[in-house]
T-cell receptor, first 115, second 113 residues
Framework: GAGVSQSPSNKVTEKGKDVELRCDPISGHTALYWYRQSLGQGLEFLIYFQGNSAPDKSGLPSDRFSAERTGGSVSTLTIQRTQQEDSAVYLC?????????????FGPGTRLTVL | QKEVEQNSGPLSVPEGAIASLNCTYSDRGSQSFFWYRQYSGKSPELIMSIYSNGDKEDGRFTAQLNKASQYVSLLIRDSQPSDSATYLCAVPISGGGADGLTFGKGTHLIIQP
């Protein structure tokens, strides 16, 4: 595909359940990023991958959040034991990750609602 | 913690006029700067990147960077109603190649027909 794709587009879950969000980056982009945007809040960085490794996990809000990337392509963000405060739009972006130039292109997002 | 500050607006501009959006950042070492446009209910769309002091033009958009003043702006010429959106300014969290971005809260721009 031409752009970053994410699935599902919407996810409604009950408090305490686990959820998995998927991101498929632009073909050839080596770097992949996860952000979240809560209602009325700014974009919050969560984690990024360079290839399959995650040099910066500093933005993950708690140990209930984890992410992995395999084959240097698709990534999944997993939230365990979801809480209502996890409700947000989860955005994935990818970039070529050329030093000094880091233009990131976003997918359409996954809207997560925790009841 | 890097900070990016923007006036939340709303900034109201008549159609055909120049819209001027401003952003200041806290880290003097920042080297890359990005402007994103976000329509309500949609994801951010990259519209401009700038890496050197001065102006960078792309169609109706001009980004202006002043590293000494830690200030980056976006000018939109001949504003159209379709330009009505929230504009987000962003800088890399670290000075390296790939890293996450720190975003401002965004400026809500309204173009009045």
């Amino acid at each position: 595909g031409a752009g970053v794709s994410q699935s599902p587009s919407n996810k409604v879950t009950e408090k305490g359940k686990d959820v998995e969000l998927r991101c498929d980056p632009i073909s050839g982009h080596t770097a992949l990023y996860w952000y979240r945007q809560s209602l009325g809040q700014g974009l919050e960085f969560l984690i990024y991958f360079q290839g399959n490794s995650a040099p910066d996990k500093s933005g993950l809000p708690s140990d209930r959040f984890s992410a992995e990337r395999t084959g240097g392509s698709v990534s999944t963000l997993t939230i365990q034991r979801t809480q209502q405060e996890d409700s947000a739009v989860y955005l994935c972006a990818s970039s070529l990750a050329v030093t000094g130039m880091n233009e990131q292109f976003f997918g359409p997002g996954t809207r997560l609602t925790v009841l | 913690q890097k900070e990016v500050e923007q006036n939340s607006g709303p900034l109201s501009v008549p159609e055909g006029a120049i819209a001027s959006l401003n952003c200041t950042y806290s880290d003097r070492g920042s080297q890359s700067f990005f402007w994103y446009r976000q329509y309500s209910g949609k994801s951010p769309e990259l519209i401009m990147s700038i890496y050197s002091n001065g102006d960078k033009e792309d169609g109706r958009f001009t980004a202006q960077l002043n590293k000494a003043s830690q200030y980056v702006s976006l000018l939109i010429r001949d504003s159209q109603p379709s330009d009505s959106a929230t504009y987000l300014c962003a800088v890399p969290i670290s000075g390296g190649g790939a890293d996450g971005l720190t975003f401002g809260k965004g400026t809500h721009l309204i173009i009045q027909p």
